[in-house]
Structure formats: structure tokens, C-alpha cells
């Protein structure tokens, strides 16, 4: 699966960098991220919340790092979900914000269907990368995930509020919104 999105942040792009570049830091605004760990030599091991409450784990690698515009990394070894990936600091046009890309391939376990399973029970990856990114600049912009009454919780509230991507309205849902 490929993915890709990108979000405008009002801050220098030497900021985001540095805090992106802090992998600890990604699980703060990553949805599915439980723990980023540096170990040596560029490496990392990451733990992540996977469909249907299951764990996955894996090692990766910076195989890209030019300070202040981007970072590339790959999983290495017997990864749960072998993965690749980069992200992309741009100076946006009105000379103070930056433009974060960010382009993801990942294996998903079952392929497409897979896919499909993980989609109609609320696991939506792009939508979630879009979230990650928006709540990215909420991040770095406010200091915080800004969070609702509706949702108090935040990343805890996915599974009380799954996501799925927009569908049209059911024959018996038009009935209700139907003017009589």
C-alpha cells in the first residue's frame, strides 16, 4: 500500500525537523504509534497498535537524513509490517510556514483483503495519515492535540469513534434526512 499526504505548518522548517527527527516524539501525534525507540547506528524499534487490538513490532532504519529537508527510513529484518518511507520539509510560499510531504509503502498481512477487512472496520490508513499530519500541526502549533468534548481522550476515543471512509447515505438514511 502506498500513501501519501501533506499538511502546511506555521513554523521554520528547521523546528519540524528537529522534532520529527526526535523519533520519541512521533507517537505523540501518531495515532497507532505505541513507543519509537532509538537504538544505535541510525536504527529503531518501533511498537504499533495494529487492527482488531493486535501488536506489531519492528526494527528500521534512517537510509535519508539531510538536516532541515528530509528523512527517509526502511524496516530491517523480520519486520511485522515491512515498511518504507519519507518525509519532506519544504519552505511553503508565504516565506514563514512549511510544507511537510510525507510518502509512505507499507505490506499490509492479507493483501487486499487484508486491506478491505482493516477499511470496513474503521482502519482507514489514509484517512489516519491525514489525522497524523493534522494533529502534527496541532502539535507544534498549539502545543497540544486539541481535543473536544466528544472525544476527551484523544487516540484512546479511535476505538469508542472508529473512522471509515466517507460512503453515501444508505437507502434508509436518505429516508431520514428527507424533507417529509
Given at each position: 500500500?502506498?500513501?501519501?499526504?501533506?499538511?502546511?505548518?506555521?513554523?521554520?522548517?528547521?523546528?519540524?525537523?528537529?522534532?520529527?527527527?526526535?523519533?520519541?516524539?512521533?507517537?505523540?501525534?501518531?495515532?497507532?504509534?505505541?513507543?519509537?525507540?532509538?537504538?544505535?547506528?541510525?536504527r529503531s524499534h518501533w511498537t504499533a497498535t495494529a487492527p482488531f487490538g493486535r501488536t506489531v513490532e519492528w526494527d528500521a532504519e534512517t537510509d535519508d537524513d539531510v538536516p532541515d529537508e528530509k528523512?527517509?527510513?526502511?524496516?530491517?529484518?523480520?519486520?511485522?509490517?515491512?515498511?518504507?518511507?519519507?518525509?519532506?520539509?519544504?519552505?511553503?510560499?508565504?516565506?514563514?510556514?512549511?510544507?511537510?510531504?510525507?510518502?509512505?509503502?507499507?505490506?499490509?498481512?492479507?493483501?487486499?483483503?487484508?486491506?478491505?477487512?482493516a477499511?470496513?472496520?474503521?482502519?482507514?490508513?489514509c484517512q489516519q495519515l491525514d489525522d497524523d499530519l493534522r494533529r502534527l500541526k496541532q502539535v507544534l502549533e498549539t502545543g497540544e492535540v486539541v481535543r473536544s468534548d466528544g472525544a476527551p481522550y484523544g487516540k484512546k476515543a479511535r476505538a469508542e469513534f472508529p473512522q471509515r471512509a466517507a460512503q453515501p447515505l444508505s437507502p434508509e438514511e436518505r429516508k431520514e434526512v428527507a424533507p417529509s
Amino acid at each position: 500500500m502506498d500513501l501519501a499526504a501533506t499538511t502546511t505548518i506555521r513554523k521554520p522548517r528547521s523546528e519540524i525537523y528537529a522534532f520529527w527527527h526526535q523519533l520519541e516524539n512521533l507517537p505523540t501525534f501518531m495515532a497507532h504509534l505505541d513507543d519509537v525507540r532509538s537504538t544505535a547506528g541510525g536504527r529503531s524499534h518501533w511498537t504499533a497498535t495494529a487492527p482488531f487490538g493486535r501488536t506489531v513490532e519492528w526494527d528500521a532504519e534512517t537510509d535519508d537524513d539531510v538536516p532541515d529537508e528530509k528523512i527517509g527510513w526502511h524496516s530491517v529484518g523480520e519486520a511485522d509490517v515491512p515498511n518504507r518511507g519519507k518525509v519532506f520539509f519544504v519552505p511553503a510560499p508565504d516565506g514563514v510556514s512549511t510544507e511537510v510531504h510525507v510518502v509512505m509503502a507499507y505490506d499490509i498481512p492479507g493483501g487486499a483483503l487484508g486491506k478491505a477487512v482493516a477499511t470496513y472496520f474503521g482502519e482507514e490508513p489514509c484517512q489516519q495519515l491525514d489525522d497524523d499530519l493534522r494533529r502534527l500541526k496541532q502539535v507544534l502549533e498549539t502545543g497540544e492535540v486539541v481535543r473536544s468534548d466528544g472525544a476527551p481522550y484523544g487516540k484512546k476515543a479511535r476505538a469508542e469513534f472508529p473512522q471509515r471512509a466517507a460512503q453515501p447515505l444508505s437507502p434508509e438514511e436518505r429516508k431520514e434526512v428527507a424533507p417529509s
